[in-house]
């Protein structure tokens, strides 16, 4: 039992070094040697838990990720108001570390760079399961129907990554900080966008034509 919380504390150590030195540098320019040191562990314990410096990389991409990705297996989605939710759940992961939206970008921006695959992988997952979200708010009428799943993720994506990605623009521009209340406060007014975008147009009752 002791053992196996000493395994998970080194291997918890070790993805989060590998984020602070990816985060910060290269990844070319990155060693295991120096994200062993940083982890206070030594370099043997990367190939042990993830093969190579490229799987401890995608093991790093995943950890960040999957709190957001599991989402769309739960019940947060089962109506147009969990957008909400889930944006403030993405503004919180991702406020813990502001970088990681850009470092996901640097490594799509590389045709073959370390870890492309993967992270396409990671967003195909996360287009299928919200194609299924969007089938069943649709078959449930809790959505229109002529919604595109690929436009509304878009979308969606567009509305999660700008603010993190400006981060520092924009609280420069209004002269104060995108703190937890702020992030809260456009969570909610985006997730409002949302739902009265997506909800179902009724139909109009005769006698009101008239």
Known sequence: M???KVTESLRSRLIKAALDCFLADDYHSVTTRRIAECAGANVSMIRYYFGSKEGLYEE??????SPLLDVLDG????STAGFAEFLSLYYRTMSARPEFPKLILKVLALHHGPGRRFIHQLLERGRTR???KVADLKSQGKMATNIDPD???LAFVSLAMTPMLLKD????QMERPMDDVFLESLASFNGRLFSAGLAPVLPTCLGEAE
């Open 2 to 4: 002791e053992t196996s």
């Open 60 to 65: 790093m991409i995943r950890e960040s990720l």
């Open 75 to 78: 019940p947060l989605l089962a």
């Open 130 to 132: 919200s194609a299924l």
């Open 151 to 153: 436009i509304l993720r």
């Open 169 to 172: 623009i924009f609280e420069e």
